[in-house]
Every structure is written in structure tokens, then in C-alpha cells.
């Protein structure tokens, strides 16, 4: 008897759907899974401790300093390193030699292999933005219950996250130098920063913020 051979006549589309599904992968990866926890457990972590803080402590000084510690690594982790390796954007200021402070913001290029993905874009704007509405929440709540004692701390956390994301925001959009420094000049914590703290003690702090790590 002779063997029959069947031929299978119908199209492959393996290629089809194996591209698809690698480019959702690729757009789904996290290719910088330590930046993206950190870039999310300070803020959450400050906002956790907010709202449980009586539970486990009844020192306000505590939670005071806990909380505010936890803001402060937040505003460092998200403007030094969290925002350059998931968005490639960055932002500092800097003091020229006649002492006068200039806002720089930049869109960093990054070699395709090293770029931030879909995934980690969406987490890092998501947490930029939803935080400080959540601090903005705070701050109404803490002023209609008259806990005033809160006040100077929810204010703290909207400022601080609200600086990183008026800094981002602005290397998003690209703005020319001259919008920056106008912009800038009118933004509410500058003007009480400026107003309330002493000059050396402007340029001090204005040069740390300036400080980039290469």
C-alpha cells in the first residue's frame, strides 16, 4: 500500500498572534521593578500612616516626624531617581555665580533598551497625580473636623508632592526657559519659601536641590 500524505493547506497565523502577544508583554514589563515599589511605598506608606496613626501611637510629635520623614524620602526618591528611570524626565535648580536660582527641566533620551515601558509610565504619572489629590482631601477634612494640629503636616505633604508634580508636568510639556521661570516664579510654595526663610538659608537649601546624580 502506498502512504498517503496529508497536506495541511490552511494559513499559519503563529506569527501573527505571537507579535501581538509580545508587544503586550513588552508595553505590560516592568524593567525597573525596585524604582516602581519605591516610587509607590513612601507616598502610600505616609498616607497609610496618616490615617492609622492613632491606632498605634498616641504621640503626635511621633507620627508628626514619622510621616514627615516619610514625605521627605518620597520628594527625594521621586525627583532623583524614580522620574528619570520610569518617564526619563527630570527636573532641579540651579544657582548661577550672581546667586540667582534657575529651574531647569529636561526630557532625558535613553537607549531603547534601557526605556522606560507603558506599564511603569501609567504607575509612576498614576501615583504623581492621585497622591496629592488624596493630600488635598486630607487638608478639607482636617480643616471642617478643626484637628488643626494635622494642618502644618497635610500641608507639608501637598506642597512636597504637589512640587514634584509641577516639575514633571512641565518636563512632559517641553515649556520654552522663559515660560519655566515665569511659571515658577508665581508658584505659591517658592513665593512663601522665599518670603519666610532667610537668604543663605534659601541659597543652602537651593543648591542641594540642585544636586544631580550623574
Known amino acids: ?14 506569527l501573527d498572534f505571537g507579535s501581538e502577544e509580545e508587544l503586550a508583554l513588552s508595553k505590560a514589563k516592568i524593567r525597573h521593578p525596585l524604582a516602581t515599589f519605591f516610587h509607590l511605598f513612601f507616598r502610600v506608606s505616609a498616607i497609610v500612616t496618616y490615617l492609622l496613626c492613632d491606632w498605634f501611637s498616641k504621640s503626635f510629635i511621633a507620627c508628626f516626624v514619622l510621616i514627615l ?8 526618591s521621586v525627583k532623583n531617581v524614580t522620574g528619570r528611570l520610569l518617564v526619563g524626565l527630570r527636573w532641579w535648580n540651579q544657582i548661577d555665580e550672581d546667586g540667582k536660582s534657575h529651574w531647569v527641566y529636561e526630557a ?11 506599564a511603569e509610565a501609567r504607575i509612576f504619572w498614576l501615583g504623581l497625580i492621585i497622591c496629592p489629590i ?11 473636623s478643626l484637628k488643626l494640629k494635622w494642618l502644618a503636616l497635610v500641608t507639608a505633604g501637598i506642597c512636597l508632592q504637589a512640587a ?13 526657559q522663559a515660560m519655566h521661570k515665569n511659571v515658577t516664579a508665581r508658584f505659591p510654595g517658592q513665593k512663601m519659601f522665599q518670603r519666610e526663610m532667610p537668604e543663605e538659608f534659601q541659597k543652602t537649601v537651593l543648591k542641594g536641590m540642585g544636586t544631580r546624580n550623574h
Open 134 to 144: 488624596i493630600w488635598t482631601l486630607f487638608f478639607f477634612s482636617t480643616l471642617f
Open 164 to 176: 514634584n508634580l509641577y516639575g514633571y508636568i512641565h518636563c512632559k510639556l517641553g515649556g520654552s
Open 69 to 76: 520623614i516619610l514625605l521627605s524620602f518620597d520628594f527625594w
Open 1 to 14: 500500500m502506498m502512504k498517503q500524505t496529508l497536506t495541511d493547506d490552511t494559513e499559519d497565523v503563529s
Open 108 to 118: 532625558k533620551k535613553v537607549p531603547s533598551a534601557a526605556a522606560p515601558t507603558e
